[in-house]
Every structure is written in structure tokens, then in C-alpha cells.
T-cell receptor
Framework: KQEVTQIPAALSVPEGENLVLNCSFT??????LQWFRQDPGKGLTSLLL?????REQTSGRLNASLDKSSGRSTLYIAASQPGDSATYLC?????????FGTGTSLTVIP | DTAVSQTPKYLVTQMGNDKSIKCEQN?????MYWYKQDSKKFLKIMFS???????INETVPNRFSPKSPDKAHLNLHINSLELGDSAVYFC???????????????FGSGTQLSVL
């Protein structure tokens, strides 16, 4: 069964710093990997989707990479802002399901 | 227009009651899901329907019964509510893509269920 882990569980950085969130998965037979953002009391908003055949995707200050063979993905956030504070989750599509990581709670300090 | 909408947003009820959560998507997707998010933010799949047919039914007490009247709606009915049912329940939808590499999940805003 697919297991997805995110490290660190929580991260606090000063505004302006670049940061990296990590996501690892145990079964490399994935179709895609999605990064989501969740604000308190809200649903999940999709940030980036990387297909299994791709190595990275970029959207604005966000860059997600995928190394399928080693079961890893990273989400790079450049020039962090207080508005980036949220919980970030990754999810992999394996078989007929999406499997979610445990999330990283990010706080960007002004 | 909200793509995936679920109601109510908050649900506070007594143990033993029966309650329902409704979900609708206007994205034209053919697959809908119910997820449960616990206090540690972990999301666990409960059910998945594709074109009104149940395709995923995880180990969930049979007090939980999903109903899909059409492919745009997936409701969740819960009988005899227990304290441990308190959580946030999310509805989501996706559209099957050949090869599945482009299949993307869209979420509703969640229903906070509190059982007293």
C-alpha cells in the first residue's frame, strides 16, 4: 500500500527566505503527484500537478520537482511571504486512489 | 460559481443522531470522493464513486452510507453518530483521464462535524 510522508511537519521562516518542503512515497508506480495548500478552516487548493513522466513544474514563485525512481518530490517556494502561511500537502495518484501526505505547516514571519 | 460545494459548513449534533452532508460539483467530472480529515490534518479516503457507481469503499463503519443520485452529486448520510465521528469531512471530484497522469483533484471547503 502506498505511504506518503512529509518532512518537516512544521516550519517557521522569516519573510523573504527561500524554502523547500519534502514529500516521499513508498511505491514509485504513480501516475502523478499534486501539491495542495490548505488554509485554516478551508478546503484544499491545488498548486501544482506533476505527471509521472515530468521532472518539474513551475507556477510563479513555486517550483515542484519529482524523482519518481527515488520516491521523492520537493516544493520550492521562493521569496516567502506571510501570505504563504498555510499547511501544504502532497498527494500521489496510485492505482485508483489519491494518497495524501501528513502535511507541512508553514509559518512565514513578517 | 463554486466548483465543488458542500453543505453544511458546520454541523453540531448530539450522539446518536442521524445527519447528512450534501456535495455538488459543477465541473462535469465523473468521479466524486468523500475524505475524512482528523485532528492531525491527515486525509483518509472513505468512498469514491465513478458515474454513480461505488468504486472505493474503505474500512468505514456501515453507519456511513454514501448516495450518488447523479454524477454531479454525492451525499453522505451518517447514522447513530458517535463522538469519534467528529472531524472535517471533505468532498472532492476529478475527471478520469486516459493514462490518469493528468487527473487532478478539486476539493470542497469541508464540513466541520462536532458530535457532543
Amino acid at each position: 500500500k502506498q505511504e506518503v510522508t512529509q518532512i518537516p511537519a512544521a516550519l517557521s521562516v522569516p519573510e523573504g527566505e527561500n524554502l523547500v518542503l519534502n514529500c516521499s512515497f513508498t511505491d514509485s508506480a504513480i501516475y502523478n503527484l499534486q501539491w495542495f495548500r490548505q488554509d485554516p478552516g478551508k478546503g484544499l487548493t491545488s498548486l501544482l500537478l506533476i505527471q509521472s513522466s515530468q521532472r518539474e513544474q513551475t507556477s510563479g514563485r513555486l517550483n515542484a520537482s519529482l524523482d519518481k525512481s527515488s520516491g521523492r518530490s520537493t516544493l520550492y517556494i521562493a521569496a516567502s511571504q506571510p501570505g504563504d502561511s498555510a499547511t501544504y500537502l502532497c498527494a500521489v495518484r496510485t492505482g485508483n486512489q489519491f494518497y495524501f501526505g501528513t502535511g507541512t505547516s508553514l509559518t512565514v514571519i513578517p | 460559481d463554486t466548483a465543488v460545494s458542500q453543505t453544511p459548513k458546520y454541523l453540531v449534533t448530539q450522539m446518536g443522531n442521524d445527519k447528512s452532508i450534501k456535495c455538488e460539483q459543477n465541473l462535469g467530472h465523473d468521479t466524486m470522493y468523500w475524505y475524512k480529515q482528523d485532528s492531525k490534518k491527515f486525509l483518509k479516503i472513505m468512498f469514491s464513486y465513478n458515474n454513480k457507481e461505488l468504486i472505493i469503499n474503505e474500512t468505514v463503519p456501515n453507519r456511513f452510507s454514501p448516495k450518488s443520485p447523479d454524477k454531479a452529486h454525492l451525499n453522505l448520510h451518517i447514522n447513530s453518530l458517535e463522538l469519534g465521528d467528529s472531524a472535517v469531512y471533505f468532498c472532492a471530484s476529478s475527471q478520469y483521464q486516459p493514462g490518469q497522469r493528468l487527473e487532478k483533484l478539486f476539493f470542497g471547503s469541508g464540513t466541520q462535524l462536532s458530535v457532543l
